[in-house]
């Protein structure tokens, strides 16, 4: 039996249908974690080199710079907080002489002060850093956080080891399993942030599998590698981009108790100008991330104060349908994404990725937008409104964000998902050539955007046409693909949270460039794709 969930604004009566899903660790606390997490974590700025006095200077400044007005009210423990032994009874102990007062005391201390205290632990049987892991200790350890006043976990995933007769994969799946029924039996459940997917982020169909479990057990999902930390070697510009990349591939998996965390913002890390960590904010707000800065936040700028409490950018990111920007296009130069507000406002951002200031023009029926129709768009960082129809021009720095609010009028409310169905595993875009489906490098043109509506026969069926001419839907028979008049018996798909494009002739497949349908198997990377924000999804294939 497979259950089908959405996202579903209908923007004229301001009606928002939330997921019907399996039972989720967001759907059983649907309070938990509502919107995505904002605060701060010690590691990408100071690694193990974090006491007391770090967490209770961070409140203060915090406080009297107006970042925890703005909404950053999490405070994070990372590696390195326990002492390297445990207590007789089997008890984590955190480190004295980091911590005089003791963890308890901190918390207090951070909860009087308006913030919460999160923590971390590994599945492992040791941290990354080396101390006392949570294997064999899931539910003490829950307990001992609970009792402390801590109300977030962070379990890693160093040193994780197979069963005999299980696999790599299916043992990190045993071990977080265990820590989401161990957190779920608290009087208070805590926000589990998990950190699986970024053990398996070099292998395609593993990785997919796990990100498929993932949102099951928890609230968020770190699923790829650690931005660069502050001493790092290596261009922290291109560590925020990788993981900005692997973001994009995920779309499909967030919605609102659920959010992908593409890691931390950094802004005083020494490797970025102002342009990039500006961007940073923004892609990442974008995307409705969690917002946690690993700074030094005493000698942040008075500019970066300013752009990280940006208000504008800081409602999108918090808006409560959680729905993630998608890639719309990419050329090379220019990333174009959108996404849905939840008040049925359409969001565009577009990050030049060049090396050159440039300029670009967007059809607003690249938004899902209708093109004969006037609209209001706000710039989110200088607050210019201006009315436009057809295009909207933009032009950017190398390595800097625009991220503007289309407000649309009841008349032209109406939104069809559009953007790149692309190629997962090896970023390929889907293309309309003639009459054939060929996945080729993305260039940005309109045979490489895709409109995907709902079907004449409704429900999670889907119509998937091409702007170079949106008569002729993608159609499946006989183990082709092919476009086709939309009446086209093969001309309705399934789109699953697993990634899989799916026709009653089975799924779409990548094959060397070309589109086949094949029989749906779950771990073919082959068949994995990522598709525009905000379509109906069904949870699962048949095989």
């Known amino acids: 039996m497979r259950a089908s969930w959405f996202l579903y604004l209908n923007v004229a009566n301001m009606a928002l249908m939330l997921p019907l899903l399996p039972v989720l660790a967001s759907v059983e606390s649907p309070g938990l974690l509502p919107t995505p997490p904002m605060g701060f974590n010690n590691w990408a700025r100071f690694q193990c080199d974090l006491n007391e006095s770090l967490f209770t200077e961070t409140a203060q400044s915090m406080l009297t710079r107006g970042l925890h007005k703005a909404g950053y009210n999490r405070l994070n423990l990372d590696d390195c907080w326990m002492r390297h032994d445990r207590a007789v009874d089997g008890s984590l102990q955190w480190n004295t002489t980091r911590f005089p007062n003791g963890i308890p005391w901190l918390a207090s201390y951070v909860t009087n002060h308006g913030f919460h205290l999160g923590i971390y ?159 940073h904010f923004r892609l990442w707000a974008s995307f409705s991330a969690p917002l946690i800065i690993s700074a030094y936040i005493p000698d942040l700028s008075d500019e970066d104060v300013a752009y990280l409490s940006n208000e504008d950018l800081i409602a999108v990111d918090q808006d409560f349908l959680a729905q993630q920007a998608a890639l719309v296009s990419r050329d090379g130069t220019f990333d174009v994404l959108s ?92 293309t309309a050539s003639g009459a054939a489906i060929t996945f080729e490098k993305c260039r940005g043109s309109d045979s490489q955007v895709w409109n995907v509506s709902e079907s004449a026969e409704r429900n999670t069926k889907l119509n998937v046409s091409a702007l170079s001419d949106p008569s002729l839907c993608l159609c499946a028979q006989q183990g082709r693909v092919f476009l086709a008049d939309c009446a086209h018996i093969g001309a309705t798909w399934e789109h699953s949270v697993t990634g899989h494009l799916r026709n009653t002739g089975g799924c779409l497949t990548e094959v060397s460039g070309n589109g086949a349908v094949e029989v749906c198997v779950v771990d073919n990377a082959a068949q994995i794709f990522g598709l525009p924000s905000g379509i109906h999804l069904i949870d699962g294939v048949d095989e």
């Not at 029926?365 to 129809?389: H, Q």
């Open 121 to 279: 632990q590994d599945a492992g049987n040791l941290t990354c850093g080396g101390f006392p892991g949570s294997y064999g200790y899931e539910k003490q350890d829950a307990e001992t956080f609970a009792e402390w006043g801590i109300d977030y976990l962070k379990v890693d995933g160093c040193n994780v080891w197979a069963e005999e007769g299980r696999t790599l994969r299916d043992e990190y799946r045993a071990r977080y399993s265990e820590w989401h029924d161990v957190l779920s039996d608290l009087p208070r459940p805590l926000i589990f942030s998990q950190s699986a997917p970024a053990y398996f982020a070099d292998n395609a169909s593993n990785w997919a599998i796990v990100m498929d479990w993932v949102p099951q057990y928890g609230e968020l999902a770190r699923h790829s590698t650690d931005v660069l930390v502050y001493v790092g070697e290596g261009s922290a510009w291109d560590s925020i981009m990788n993981n900005y990349d692997y973001n994009t591939l995920l779309v499909r998996y967030q919605r609102p108790g659920y959010f992908n965390d593409p890691d931390f913002l950094i802004p005083d890390h020494p490797g970025l100008t102002q342009t990039e960590k500006e961007s």
């Open 339 to 430: 996404r849905s507000l939840a008040n049925g406002d359409r969001l565009l951002t577009v990050l030049n990725r060049g090396v050159i200031t440039a300029k670009t023009t967007i059809s607003l029926d690249r938004l899902g937008l209708a093109p004969d129709c006037e609209y209001l768009a706000r710039d989110l960082i200088t607050g210019e409104v201006v009315t436009l129809n057809g295009a909207i021009e933009i032009q950017l720095d190398s390595h800097a964000t625009s991220v503007h609010r289309f407000e649309l009028p009841e008349q032209c409310s109406t939104v069809t998902p559009t953007g790149m169905v692309f190629h997962t595993p090896s970023g390929r875009c889907m």
